[in-house]
């Protein structure tokens, strides 16, 4: 199947995907409503070597880097996101999560304190706490050990806590999640009522329903008997029935003499209004209702 044809039958189905689109739409809506926007504060501090580590520098702390620092910059942190320091660090008033680790690609004991939450304010303030916090933790390991000050590390704020910055990867995944989803879902609707459409037979065109005739009535013979009309109730042109006997010369010379001379009866049936053929009866004109005796 190319994108033409997904086209037509998207266009042809557009009422299964126009629900679909809305739902969608709503699904991302809900996402921009339900998912708040997170805001993130950072800042980086450096561990520097001791007054008396630096001596030999003049004491520039920046020269002397040692790779301890770099294992100290690994226990702060793992002390920093202990579940007691985050208790501590909330009850001086500081809110959101707390993530404090070596910086990547630190080429010394650099160290990330980052602070994330809804708050933009807040995220601020709490970064800023969190940076102090780091540096009062720090002395308090150095102070159970009995560390003398001149011999203990110090902790320096290299980028101050920035201003929060909005963090929109998440909620902009979870909308890309919810409009694909709904795409898809939106998708396979309109192909699955075009798969059920194509598999159903066509309904047989509806043929125009014409009138019944009425059947024709079949002719019954009539089994009536007709009496005879009397002679007086004959029309004109019905009496014109006689009875003649054929002439003599018609008669057959091979006859019998035997044979009765009773001539044979002809009916002839005729209009009255035409006349009877003369020459036919050879003279012998026949007259209506006259039988011959």
């Not at 909330?90 to 708050?119: C, H, Y």
């Not at 998708?187 to 009522?193: R, S």
């Not at 209004?273 to 007259?287: C, F, I, K, N, V």
Request: zero cysteines; proline letters at 8%; glycine letters at 6%.
């Amino acid at each position: 199947m190319d994108l033409a044809e997904i086209f037509r039958v998207t266009r042809r189905r557009w009422y299964v995907l126009l629900p679909g689109l809305l739902l969608t739409a709503g699904l991302i809506a809900a996402v921009v409503m339900l998912v708040p926007v997170t805001y993130q504060s950072q800042s980086t501090v450096q561990l520097l070597n001791s007054q008396k580590a630096t001596a030999a520098y003049d004491g520039n702390p920046f020269l002397s880097t040692q790779t301890s620092l770099t294992g100290m910059a690994d226990s702060l942190a793992r002390n920093l996101n202990s579940d007691g320091s985050v208790r501590e660090l909330k009850s001086r008033g500081a809110g959101g999560k707390f993530e404090a680790k070596i910086a990547d690609n630190a080429q010394g004991p650099l160290m990330w304190l980052t602070v994330t939450g809804t708050d933009k304010a807040a995220v601020l303030a709490s970064d800023r706490i969190l940076t102090t916090y780091a540096g009062e933790r720090l002395k308090q390991f150095q102070e159970q050990q009995k560390v003398r000050p001149q011999a203990m590390i110090r902790l320096w704020p290299i980028v101050e806590p920035q201003p929060p910055v909005a963090q929109t990867k998440t909620r902009l995944q979870y909308m890309i999640m919810a409009g694909l989803g709904g795409l898809v879902l939106s998708l396979v609707a309109v192909f699955y009522v075009e798969a059920r459409r194509r598999n159903r037979p066509a309904a047989p065109p509806e043929e125009p329903t014409r009138p019944v005739e009425a059947a024709e009535p079949v002719p019954t013979a009539d089994t009536r008997v007709t009496a005879p009309r009397p002679m007086t109730e004959e029309s004109v042109s019905e009496q014109t029935i006689a009875l003649r006997t054929p002439p003599a010369w018609a008669r057959s010379a091979n006859r019998p003499a035997t044979e009765p001379r009773t001539g044979r009866a002809a009916t002839v049936v005729a209009p009255a209004a035409e006349p009877l053929d003369e020459e036919s009866t050879h003279g012998q004109r026949s007259h209506t209702g006259q039988r011959d005796r």
